[in-house]
C-alpha cells in the first residue's frame, strides 16, 4: 500500500465551473477525512466518513459542496459553481476506527479558481 | 470550543541550533496531542504524539511533553539540521472526538 492517494494533484477552474477531486484511503482504514487548507493556516475540518456513512459536517461546507465515498472505499469531493474563495488545498486524510491515534494525509490536491 | 494556538513564524535557525516551537490547546477534556510535519510539496506526516499527561514523545531528534498544568506541548529539537526546514503543525484530539484540531503552522527553514 503507498499510502493515501488524491487526484488531481492541481486543478486550475474558472469561477462557476465545477470541480471533482478523488481521494484514495489506505486500504484498510474505514474512517475517511477531508480538510481545507489555505496559505498560511492549518487545515480545517470540512466532514468525515466511516465506512461510506457522512458522519459529520463542518459549518464551513456550504450547499455548494458535496462529498461522497460508495462502497467505503475512495471519495469524491465536488463543488459547483466554483467562486474565488474556494481556492485552496484539499487534503484527504484516513485512519482506523478506534483510537483515532493518527491521521494519514494524501499530497492533497491545490485548486485555483481564476 | 477546542483549538490550538502555535506560536507565529517563520522561523529561521543555523544549523545545530537549539529549536523550540510553542504550542498551547484548548479543549474540554483530555485530548490527544500530536505533532505534524510538512514538507514542501507534500502532504502532512506524523511526527509524534502524546496522549496522555505527562508523556513525552518522541521521534528524529525531537521532543515534546505533554503539560496538562499548563495546557502546553511545545516541540524541541537539540540540533537542528537542513533537512528539517518544514511548516510544523501542532494538533488535538478529543478522546471522544472525531475530528482534529490543528494549529496555523510555524514555518522553519535551517540555514547552513
Known amino acids: 500500500d503507498t499510502g493515501v492517494s488524491q487526484n488531481p494533484r492541481h486543478k486550475i477552474t474558472k469561477r462557476g465551473q465545477n470541480v471533482t477531486f478523488r481521494c484514495d484511503p489506505i486500504s484498510e482504514h474505514n474512517r475517511l477525512y477531508w480538510y481545507r487548507q489555505t496559505l498560511g493556516q492549518g487545515p480545517e475540518f470540512l466532514t468525515y466518513f466511516q465506512n461510506e456513512a457522512q458522519l459529520e459536517k463542518s459549518r464551513l461546507l456550504s450547499d455548494r459542496f458535496s462529498a461522497e465515498r460508495p462502497k467505503g472505499s475512495f471519495s469524491t469531493l465536488e463543488i459547483q459553481r466554483t467562486e474565488q474563495g474556494d481556492s485552496a488545498m484539499y487534503l484527504c486524510a484516513s485512519s482506523f476506527e478506534q483510537g483515532l491515534t493518527e491521521l494519514f494525509f494524501g499530497s492533497g490536491t491545490q485548486l485555483s479558481v481564476l | 470550543g477546542n483549538s490550538v494556538t502555535q506560536m507565529e513564524g517563520p522561523v529561521t535557525l543555523s544549523e545545530e541550533a537549539f529549536l523550540t516551537i510553542n504550542c498551547t490547546y484548548t479543549a474540554t477534556g483530555y485530548p490527544s496531542l500530536f505533532w505534524y510535519v510538512q514538507y514542501p510539496g507534500e502532504g502532512l506526516q506524523l511526527l509524534l504524539k502524546a496522549t496522555k499527561a505527562d508523556d513525552k514523545g518522541s521521534n528524529k531528534g525531537f521532543e515534546a511533553t505533554y503539560r496538562k498544568e499548563t495546557t502546553s506541548f511545545h516541540l524541541e529539537k537539540g540540533s537542528v539540521q537542513v533537512s528539517d526546514s518544514a511548516v510544523y503543525f501542532c494538533?488535538?484530539?478529543?478522546?471522544?472526538?472525531?475530528?482534529?484540531?490543528f494549529g496555523t503552522g510555524t514555518s522553519l527553514t535551517v540555514i547552513p
Open positions: 494538533a488535538l484530539v478529543r478522546r471522544t472526538g472525531n475530528q482534529f484540531y
